[in-house]
């Protein structure tokens, strides 16, 4: 008995059904193409607007701070007016820093990412910036304490954005932590990568998916710098090919790892501007 095979005829296919579909998906891609343009065009136009607006405040702001300096100087001032003073001159410095970071930010975004190498010694640079965040610190007593490898060699990077970036962690980890405590920053090169960790003893965080998201910052209608400060840190570490991880300790605190290629080999043949 022989069996029988029903075979399927395969469906004819619709040419003209093909052709229509190929042509919406055209229209869109030139859509989209026009829409990426327009977008490209308001980021360029929003960076320069930020750009002149910054020189703009920042050309008085100067002026203010100077003078509150001076002032604080003086030996003839009562107890009241120097406490004045230095409100004026703290609140100066946390606008001028608002204004550097969204400077910064702007640069970020219209692809100002040119890197300028150089040698320079890590322990150095490590020491100038605790001492720059410890200024920080002093106001809530808290303690910096900086440890870098005594056997770390002289590293290849941009000194100027690893500086940024590292001394924007070191402030988040300042702000974070609580009056009275410590933070502590270690530093070692393993096979030319440079290892930063940094640790407080802040409130643990919940949700490390939204630390770095733009939209999530600032939280509960008020501007944080320091968040803001952290997103711009991690664009410079990814201009450095580094990486941030961040890690809940126990019982309480947060460790901040970060990690940047820093020997010569790292950045061969990639076009890179030395100075």
Known sequence: MSESKNDTAPEPVDEQRIAHLIEQLKLRTVELEEANRELRHVSHYRSLFLARMSHELRTPLTSILGFTEIMLDQEKLTEPQQRFCQKIQNSGMQLLASLNQLVDLSRLEVGQTELFLQEFSLPDTLRETCAA?????QKREISVECAPA?????IVSDQGRLRQALYTFFAWAVSRSPEGQAVKINAEMVAGILRVQIDDLGEP???MQRV????????AGKTDLNELGIIIGRRLLEILKGTVKL?????????ILIQVPAAARAWNGNGLTHT
């Open 133 to 137: 965040v410890s200024r920080l610190a």
């Open 205 to 207: 965080i919940r949700d």
């Open 212 to 219: 770095f998201d733009p939209e999530e910052t600032p939280r």
């Open 150 to 154: 005594a056997e770390i060699p002289l």
């Open 247 to 255: 890690e809940n300790r126990e019982p309480s605190g947060l460790r």
